[in-house]
């Protein structure tokens, strides 16, 4: 609005134009660093999600306020992320939100990893690191799971020696997962999915320039040791599932749950890879395998229990420990 707009509307209405530049209503209430507790008396809440609502209402506080007084300009954490929280419909992964956390700590006079120490995702690696510098997206998730959590924090001088440590120790150092992985990597037995080369294309395994076999993952070592192709009649079933799960509709009287995106479908298929081929391989040889006929091999055995029960432990006594994800 003009100057001269304004002081006409002002001289209507009988208002200065000082005025007319007050925001109505009351004011936001001032950030206090550390508030008082409404209540010293409290229980302990064993779920992450209600320990922070407890936290937040036990301070008379509302989860905009508690944003508000915990970001500053450069931060990058919505609002809306917290709301979630208390919702328990998602919880802390990335380095931002874990930092996050520990400012909630705190700011409520928490011992420090309070909140953390209540996540359910205790067996995943801190994402969004970074300053990891030039690195591949495998080497990143590889070496997220030996980085502190305020690694971005830290000097430069600090995040080189931890670099330089995890490359020394973890990647060429001796140790049993890496004699696991010089062992698997001799054992082919994963089914390849070739028709579904042009549905779902794959990206090449990421691995770090100059590194042996032995630097790959367990999923990676798996899929590189890959013996046979798929029987045309389960690769047919298979490309049909993922052309059913990632079709932007269904096919008339059809009904799912959920949607693939073109990284879940590529996952999905190397899963179905392992699984098929974990049934078909001998059960004498070093697989160990359950020794299904290719021919036998479709989708309708993963209606029976016993075949996932026996894959399951499969898994478990292959690595040597159990996976949530088979």
Known sequence: MSPKIRRKVASAIRLSPKTLNKKRG?????????????????????????????HIERHGETVWYLHKAITGPKDRLDRKTIVHWVAGTKVPRSVTSLAALARIEIRYRLPAGYFAA??????????????????????????????????DRR???????????????????????????????????????????????RAPIDRQEGAGEDYLTDVEIDLASTAHDAPHVLAEEVAHLVQFKTATLTEIGYRRNGIWNEQTARQKIDHLGLLFGALAASPKGPVAGRGVPLGKLTMALLICPAVWDWYVLWRERRRGFYTSWC
């Open 155 to 201: 000097p430069l001088r600090e995040r080189r020696e931890i670099l330089d440590w995890v490359r020394r120790v973890i990647v060429s150092g001796a140790t049993d997962f890496r004699r696991y992985q010089a062992m698997a990597i001799r054992q082919r037995y994963t089914l390849r999915f070739p028709d579904l080369a042009g549905l779902i294309p």
């Open 118 to 151: 209540k996540l359910s995702h205790t067996g995943r690696a801190a994402s969004g690191h970074r300053k990891l510098g030039d690195m591949t997206s495998a080497e990143r998730r590889r070496f997220a799971w030996h980085l502190p959590d305020d690694f």
């Open 26 to 54: 009351p004011k936001p209430k001032a950030v206090v660093e550390f508030p008082e507790p409404i209540t010293h008396l409290w229980a302990d809440r064993a779920a992450f999600h209600e320990a922070l609502a407890f």
